[in-house]
């Protein structure tokens, strides 16, 4: 697999082109940033973790009936995907009131919700990602009906599986953003799954660990994401 022109620079991720079309390679590195990039630094290994996290998730949902992007794990910090026309909208899920859904309902962090709650974005840096609903989708013409209804059933599913994983690695899933892309006329599940886009919170102790101890300078960064590999890792 030749890696060719870089195609997508992000604030954790680079994407380049390969020799066959229909493939890129997503470079994670350990960059980080938060609060629409006003914060920045780096999380020491934080690429070579996510990947590794991610491989294991994606692995796990395509065994459990998702359809992703993972092809394959190429290096410590590379991942081969199959290439994505990305819909612009972040899906985020929550079973649990933390970050924005704190703030936006005055619930405490902590408070675990009756059922799921899905939230779209419009992934728009300039704009800071604004929330949206299915009437803008639709008006924008973000994604059609049916895909909308298909991007909801499987980020649904997803949870369910995500969080039972998880739970049997005595962690809780708090919330996670989700993204999604055609790939030959097909909505598959792209991105990445990792500490950077879930947060997570130790069963026993609730200890955070992800990204929101960068965000809110908890210390031990790297220890809490290299622990979540190791339980990912089993
Ligand atoms: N999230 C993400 N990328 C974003 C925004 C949110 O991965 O651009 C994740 C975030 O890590 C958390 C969940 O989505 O797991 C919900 O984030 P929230 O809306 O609470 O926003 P935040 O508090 O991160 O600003």
Known sequence: ?????????????????????????QYFKDDAT??????????VNKGAVNNKVSTTLFTHLAGHGIPNHFVKQLSDREMLCKKLSI???????????AGSLSKRTGLAEGY?????????????????DPMINESHIDVLELARKETL????????????????FF?????????????????????????EISPDTCRLWDKSTKEKMDKDRFRR????????????????QG
């Open 217 to 232: 300078d908890l210390g031990n960064v790297t220890n809490a994401y290299e622990e979540v590999l190791k339980r990912v």
């Open 34 to 43: 938060a609060f629409n990039a006003q914060k920045k630094g780096t999380i």
């Open 112 to 128: 675990v919700l009756k059922r799921p709650v899905i939230e779209f974005y419009l992934k728009d840096d300039a704009l800071g």
């Open 87 to 97: 819909i612009p909208i972040e899906v985020i899920m929550r079973n649990i009131v």
């Open 149 to 164: 209804d298909e991007v909801r059933g499987c980020a649904h599913k997803i949870n369910d599986i995500l969080k039972d």
């Open 1 to 25: 697999m030749e890696k060719r022109d870089k195609v997508y620079e992000g604030k954790a991720k680079i994407v380049y082109l390969t020799d066959d079309e229909g493939l890129v390679i």
């Open 167 to 191: 739970n049997s690695r005595d962690i809780i899933l708090v919330d996670f953003k989700l993204e999604f892309g055609f790939h030959h006329g097909k909505v598959l599940l792209g991105d």
